[in-house]
């Protein structure tokens, strides 16, 4: 008998259902068949993989209200939220449909003509083409499993890879979902095999050969990910967590801001790689600024997700509650204040209030270690070398948000902050255009935009010699 998976609802505590774990054997035969599929979904014109994405696509869109329930039902994810997340990813596929051909276009680099440069020698081509990897792992995180899976998986399958996908084990129902959808509409289903189970599953899936690991999750696991990669030299790319600053300079209108960054810090309760997880503020607006937060974290519905009014709901993973008491009593017993939340709510459920502190600083484990949840400290500044220094007290670099009117002051502050994405009056947002990319503790690598695409190919130079 397999080992099974517990999969439990965040808001109730309860079972929603037990499913099969992988395990070594089965996943060595997942990794066979994966290998064996590869070469001819490669050598199918790149114009079927779109077509089938595309369906895929569509289905995504047809099935948006079944698959938000899935989502809240195994994450917490408040209903709109999860709703949000589904009418969201298809415009990501969209970028990918349309420029995976660009990307996969052969480049003739150089030609010398036979009788141009040196008569009687012959004509020369150097060609740059662009293959799949092979079989790649995609090991993903359980608080966007949309984004974060489709960022690699669509670009993945798209330039002829075979992917043996492991969803989070707490998004494991959504991981299913996806498959099924991709088989239904003619993704041949040993060219996407799920891989199920948690950490051990994981680790057993790196044991395979593979020729890309493409991981998003926590440092921690970042770190052994990259060492299992390092064993058989395999391409691997590692989307981690960040501790992502915004400052607010003195020359804003308070109220729009504080209210946009309340929204930037506990949209998803928080449990998002761009989450705000530290503000500072110019200490000319910094009580304005404080009051008008309140007031837009006051306004947040805390309560059963599945209600279409409820914008905090549990948090995903029950251990993850007491890692936020920690870094709240840190900070309160260093002398921090708090201003709302600082514990468990008392009800069925992993749900944390809403936590606003203040006084904080820099000696306080909630300014600089990653915290995913409901709670953010706030800190007063003098000045924006101030803001900048503070900013780049981390070993995080995912993205930094700086607020002022004026565009040239936010581009100097942002250029000297170490982070792959840089928010001039905006926060916790992606796009398809962009890299999604890190600087330090934050990972390597890049999803999304045309750097994303080339993420999953590997060119090869040709030397075309017309006689020899
Ligand atoms: P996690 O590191 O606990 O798990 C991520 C995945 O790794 C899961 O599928 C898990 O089963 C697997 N795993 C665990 N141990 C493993 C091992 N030894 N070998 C192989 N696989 C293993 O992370 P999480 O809780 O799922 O996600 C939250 C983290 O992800 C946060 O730190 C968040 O910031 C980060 N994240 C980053 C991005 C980004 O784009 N940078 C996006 C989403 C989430």
């Known amino acids: ?178 498959a099924e959808l991709l088989y239904e509409v003619g993704v041949p289903n040993d060219v996407f095999i799920p891989v199920i189970g948690g950490g051990v599953a994981g680790a057993a899936l790196l044991n395979q050969p593979l020729q890309g690991v493409f991981f998003t999750g926590s440092h921690a696991t970042g770190l052994k990910i990259a060492a299992a990669a390092a064993q058989q030299l395999t391409r691997v790319q590692l989307e981690l967590g960040g501790k992502d600053p915004a400052y607010v300079c003195e020359d804003v209108s308070v109220s729009t801001v504080a209210a946009a960054l309340a929204d930037g810090a506990f949209y998803n309760n928080g449990q998002s790689c761009c989450a705000v997880e530290r503000i500072y503020v110019h200490q000319h607006i910094y009580d304005a600024f404080i009051e008008a937060f309140m007031e837009a974290v006051k306004g947040f519905q805390l309560g059963d997700p599945t209600d279409a009014a409820t914008y905090l709901g549990p948090v995903s993973r029950k251990p993850q509650l007491a890692e936020l008491q920690r870094q709240v009593d840190d900070a309160v017993q260093k002398g921090a204040r708090l201003l709302c939340g600082g514990a468990r709510v008392d009800r069925p459920g992993w749900y944390f209030a809403p936590t606003v502190l203040v006084n904080v600083n820099h000696e306080m484990a909630v300014m600089r270690d990653e915290t995913f949840g409901p709670v953010i400290g706030i800190q007063k500044v003098a000045s924006d070398n101030e803001a900048i220094a503070l900013m780049n007290d981390t070993a995080y670099g995912l993205t930094a948000a700086v607020y002022t009117p004026d565009r040239p002051r936010a581009v100097n502050i942002l250029s000297r902050v170490r982070s792959g994405t840089a928010y001039w009056n905006c926060c916790d947002r992606v796009s398809p255009y962009l890299p999604w990319t890190g600087r330090g503790q934050s990972g390597f690598g890049s999803t999304l935009s045309l750097d994303g695409i080339r993420s999953f190919v590997q060119p090869r130079a040709w030397h075309l010699r017309q006689s020899y």
């Not at 080992?3 to 395990?23: F, G, K, Y």
């Not at 997942?30 to 289905?59: C, G, T, V, Y």
């Not at 994450?75 to 990813?89: D, Y």
């Not at 990918?96 to 020369?124: C, K, N, Q, S, Y």
Request: hydrophobic fraction near 45%.
């Open 1 to 178: 008998m397999p080992d099974t998976l517990h999969l439990i609802n965040p808001a109730t505590e309860t079972l929603i259902q037990a499913v099969p774990i992988d395990d070594g054997t089965t996943i060595a035969q997942k990794a066979q068949r994966a290998h064996m599929a590869q070469p001819s979904w490669a050598n199918r014109p790149l114009s079927d993989r779109i077509e089938i994405l595309q369906r895929f696509r569509d289905r995504l869109v047809q099935e948006g209200d079944r698959l938000a329930a899935l989502l809240t039902s195994e994450t917490g994810k408040p209903i709109t939220q999860s709703f949000n997340e589904l009418r969201a990813t298809p415009s990501r596929i969209d970028f990918f449909l349309r420029h995976t051909a660009l990307v996969m276009e052969p480049v003739i680099m150089h030609r010398d003509p036979a009788t141009d440069v040196i008569p009687g020698t012959a004509a020369l081509e150097e060609v740059v083409t662009y293959e799949p990897l092979g079989v790649i792992a995609n090991i993903s995180a359980w608080n966007y499993p949309y984004f974060v899976g489709t960022n690699v998986f669509i670009p993945a399958l798209l330039t002829g890879n075979t992917v043996l996908y492991k969803p989070s084990e707490f998004a494991t129902l959504t991981g299913l979902a996806i």
